[in-house]
């Protein structure tokens, strides 16, 4: 706060104002869709006003439902982001020091990418089971190749030069890994990260939309299936704020271990 | 009584394979350095200076010939670069305490001795500042630090002031004398600019166009400390002449 008061007047208004015309935009927003709902004469189960779906989501998180099916999905995701860029990290540096290893594996690695999701998420769900385990194996393989292509990218894009400081003064392996390597393909590879985590949503919700038994996906069947349509709006919201809370998270990560890049 | 040269290059030859035959970029370059030697190697472009620093560096085997070091242990060495090659996500006080932290240096004793190599080279309450703040000629000031903290027994510069501009290059030269003076390093310095030879070193040895040979082996023996003036004396001249005669 006191912060704030010492900076110059100026900026702080220009974000003040920023701020408000964003409020103003999606007040406009939800305004055009209650009159377009309430004066278009379409049924409620088709388009529900913003103010129905509002008290459906009142109604489901006093009786806790909601936060059931957020849980499940937030781990699915969660766990699946963890996962995926494990692998795609680990595999995605070791690709990048070996011509030969990207010889090899870059066949298997392009056809993975060849398939849809959407396609295998059925086969997944079937050899894994309707619980969390399929849901997370899905999100995994979403994330891995945008986080593996950004590694590769990444390490490949670390200048020579600061390789010869490193050799000039000695340094280890382990020393040019964590003082050159990390900090500099970190950009490219936090980029990777930021599309692979609004990604591992998705796969989430692929997954629960073709058999679980909990879930936001699992949650928009069964209220679409009891023509439930606010709730299934109200899911449908939940997964935006999932995907751009975690959006949020890495870009503020980024920011923070990005100072250095920041621009004037 | 004479001191033991601290590094000494034996019928060092070094060619790059290529499709017609290999690059010949050195051929038969003998020397020896003793401590506290300020040496320059003088040359065209394409005369293999660079590679020479960088077998010196280790970062490069010789085709041929040998090298030898004080004691047969290889010196720690500080090197600086064409380009600064500063870690653009380290601060100014970071990038010169990265030799200490790879030795191993504990935080506190490295902090105190990067805030004295930040004093002796002059960039006081830019400690904290990223490298891309930095002019050219304080970017080159920290890359000297960094290459000194560690008080190494070998300064190897590479041409570390051709891309600065005429007025910070002669600015730099002072600064690297006073420097030099301070620690008392023995230093290997290539350049390609007579008067950043003669400003600078004890000794120049010339470098012949490609294939890289030694041509002169000049000593240079004007007084220290040397300041601007000097390149204005008769004898400034005269081995300025001497030098301009063996390039070409």
């Not at chain 1, 060849?114 to 849901?135: Q, R, T």
């Not at chain 1, 692929?206 to 109200?234: H, Q």
């Not at chain 2, 620690?183 to 004890?202: G, P």
Request: proline share 5%; aromatic share 8%.
């Amino acid at each position: 706060m006191n912060n704030n008061l010492l900076r110059t007047f100026h900026p702080s208004t220009a974000k003040r104002n920023r701020t408000w015309l964003r409020l103003l935009s999606l007040g406009l927003g939800l305004a055009c869709w209650q009159v377009t709902s309430v004066f278009s004469g379409m049924e409620v189960f088709i388009l529900p006003p913003p103010l129905a779906v509002w008290s459906r989501l009142v109604v489901a998180v006093q009786d806790g439902s909601l936060f059931r099916d957020i849980g499940v999905t937030l781990s699915e995701v969660v766990l699946g982001l963890i996962v995926g860029v494990t692998f795609a990290t680990v595999l995605g540096y070791s690709v990048a020091k070996s011509r030969a290893l990207e010889q090899v594996l870059s066949p298997y690695l392009v056809a993975s990418q060849a398939i849809p999701i959407v396609a295998i998420a059925p086969l997944l769900v079937l050899w894994f089971g309707y619980g969390m385990f399929s849901k997370v194996l899905i999100c995994a393989l979403i994330v891995f190749f945008p986080v593996l292509i950004n590694t590769i990218v990444g390490i490949r894009a670390v200048p020579q030069a600061f390789y010869d400081l490193m050799d000039s003064l000695r340094a280890t392996r382990r020393q040019i890994l964590l003082k050159v390597e990390i900090p500099a393909a970190l950009p490219i590879f936090l980029g990777g990260l930021r599309i692979g985590a609004t990604l591992s949503v998705i796969g989430a919700v692929v997954g629960e939309l073709v058999g679980s038994k909990y879930g936001l996906g699992n949650l928009i069947n069964r209220a679409r299936v009891g023509y439930d349509m606010p709730m299934v709006y109200v899911a449908v919201f939940m997964l935006i704020f999932l995907a751009l809370g975690l959006y949020g998270i890495v870009a503020r990560v980024e920011k923070k271990l990005l100072r250095w890049q920041e621009q004037k | 009584m004479t001191t033991e040269p601290i590094l000494t290059v034996k019928k060092l030859s070094v060619v790059f394979p290529d499709s017609n035959g290999g690059l010949h970029a050195l051929d038969d370059i003998s020397f020896e350095a003793s401590p506290r030697d300020f040496i320059c190697f003088l040359g065209p472009s394409g005369s293999g200076k660079t590679t020479l620093l960088r077998i010196l560096a280790s970062l490069l085997k010789p085709t041929a010939g040998e090298i030898g070091f004080l004691h047969n242990q290889k010196p720690q060495i500080g090197m600086v670069f064409q380009q600064s090659n500063l870690m653009p996500w380290r601060s100014v006080m970071d990038n010169i305490k990265l030799p200490l932290e790879l030795d191993g240096v504990d935080e506190v004793n490295a902090r105190g001795k990067t805030q004295e190599m930040i004093d002796l080279v002059g960039l006081n309450g830019f400690e904290d500042s990223w490298p891309r703040d930095l002019s050219g000629g304080m970017a080159q000031r920290v890359a000297i630090a960094r290459a000194l903290i560690h008080d190494p027994d070998l300064l190897l510069l590479d041409e570390p002031f051709a891309s600065l501009d005429a007025m910070t290059r002669e600015r730099m030269w002072m600064e690297l004398s006073r420097i030099w003076h301070a620690r008392q390093k023995t230093v290997i310095m290539v350049t390609h600019s007579i008067n950043e030879s003669l400003f600078l070193a004890d000794r120049v040895l010339v470098l012949t166009q490609r294939p890289g040979q030694i041509k002169l082996d000049l000593k240079v023996d004007l007084p220290r400390p040397r300041n601007d003036d000097i390149r204005y004396t008769p004898h400034f001249g005269k081995l300025a002449r001497k030098l301009r005669e063996a390039i070409e």
